[in-house]
T-cell receptor, first 114, second 114 residues
Framework: NAGVTQTPKFQVLKTGQSMTLQCAQD?????MSWYRQDPGMGLRLIHY???????DQGEVPNGYNVSRSTTEDFPLRLLSAAPSQTSVYFC?????????????FGEGSRLTVL | AQSVSQHNHHVILSEAASLELGCNYS??????LFWYVQYPGQHLQLLLK??????LVKGIKGFEAEFIKSKFSFNLRKPSVQWSDTAEYFC????????????FGSGTQLTVLP
């Protein structure tokens, strides 16, 4: 199994440009989420979804949109990139009813906004 | 809202030294606790987790952690570190409720000198 797959791994944008970070998982996990990782701040939750058609905001949702049309995919959209969105982004998933709650992470997408 | 504190931002040790990384959380209810590790250039991987039962949990690569409920702590330990343990370590708390969010601390960078 591929697990959680993120694309692209690296991206450079100019301020104001838009882009979509892709996330796909093949483990039939209901729950999917996006985190951003910044030095000294750990991982902060951006958006999450507990199933197809259901999304909700996390700790730092401003400037990001998500949708969940299928169980497998959970793309993260930046509509108008800003330098403050320079970060490493991680997608993670788990079974919604999992008693262990273990999150499985993708390899990350490093985004630089100039 | 729950929060997680990791007070050690950067720890430098020599090989064979003992390790203890602190993690404190603020949440009054039932908690599920995690330690994740991120090796250089890689994604986060689960090191160990606590859900119930024995408060001393053992994880991979000789790591262990002790849940002390009265101190709201879940410190990570290893008796003798190796150069290959150089990584960033994140403590996480899984919330209760329908969405069960995983909140991370700010991380501790461990550097082990050969």
């Amino acid at each position: 199994n591929a697990g959680v797959t993120q694309t692209p791994k690296f991206q450079v944008l100019k301020t104001g440009q838009s882009m979509t970070l892709q996330c796909a998982q093949d483990m039939n996990h209901e729950y999917m989420s996006w985190y951003r990782q910044d030095p000294g701040m750990g991982l902060r939750l951006i958006h999450y979804s507990v199933g197809a058609g259901i999304t909700d905001q996390g700790e730092v949702p401003n400037g990001y949109n998500v949708s969940r049309s299928t169980t497998e995919d959970f793309p993260l959209r930046l509509l108008s990139a800003a330098p403050s969105q320079t970060s490493v982004y991680f997608c993670a998933s788990r079974l919604a009813g999992s008693s262990t709650g273990e999150l499985f992470f993708g390899e990350g997408s490093r985004l630089t906004v100039l | 809202a729950q929060s997680v504190s990791q007070h050690n931002h950067h720890v430098i040790l020599s090989e064979a030294a003992s390790l203890e990384l602190g993690c404190n959380y603020s949440y009054g209810g039932t908690v599920n606790l995690f330690w994740y590790v991120q090796y250089p250039g890689q994604h986060l991987q689960l090191l160990l987790k606590y859900f119930s039962g024995d408060p001393l949990v053992k994880g991979i690569k000789g790591f262990e952690a002790e849940f002390i409920k009265s101190k709201f702590s879940f410190n990570l330990r290893k008796p003798s570190v190796q150069w290959s343990d150089t990584a960033e370590y994140f403590c996480g708390v899984l919330s209760s409720g329908s969405a069960r969010q995983l909140t991370f601390g700010s991380g501790t960078q461990l550097t082990v000198l050969p």
